[in-house]
């Protein structure tokens, strides 16, 4: 069972220049999956709701537009996202982490399918966690 911890980088609109410029820097492989891919309508339908830098070297970057109505400020333009297979870590993490802080989303199943939650601990730190369905 494997588990990653991987930055997660939050912008303004540029996400998608974002990860293009990392990919350009680092080398590897990216992805991105707009809003409007995931159903949502309207202005800013084409903002990234996840992009992923892969490389050579093993390492992940993951990038994301601010979702609508929420502002791009210090403190909320980066994340912490661990990541994996390794169901009863990553939940024993979750439920750790959540405790005494804020929960964002319940570690539940997604439209995805895998297991996704994400939280503020009581330090301001913003975790997600993504359990994948073939865990």
């Not at 996202?81 to 169901?87: C, K, N, Q, T, V």
Request: charged fraction near 20%.
């Amino acid at each position: 069972m494997a588990v990653r911890l991987n930055p997660y980088l939050h912008f303004d609109g540029e996400a998608a220049d974002a990860v293009a410029f990392y990919a350009d820097v680092f080398g590897g492989t990216t992805s991105v999956m707009t809003f409007a891919e995931m159903g949502m309508e309207g202005p800013d339908a084409q903002k990234v709701m996840h992009g992923q830098l892969e490389t050579e070297q093993g390492m992940t970057l993951m990038v994301a537009d601010m979702p609508p109505g929420t502002t791009r400020e210090r403190g909320n333009d980066v994340t912490v996202a661990l990541s994996g297979d390794d169901e009863p870590t990553l939940r024993g993490w979750y439920e750790q982490l959540s405790a005494g802080g804020t929960v964002g989303t319940p570690l539940e199943k997604q439209m995805w399918g895998d297991f996704y939650g994400d939280c503020t601990d009581r330090f301001g730190v913003r975790w997600m966690v993504n359990i994948s369905a073939a865990g």
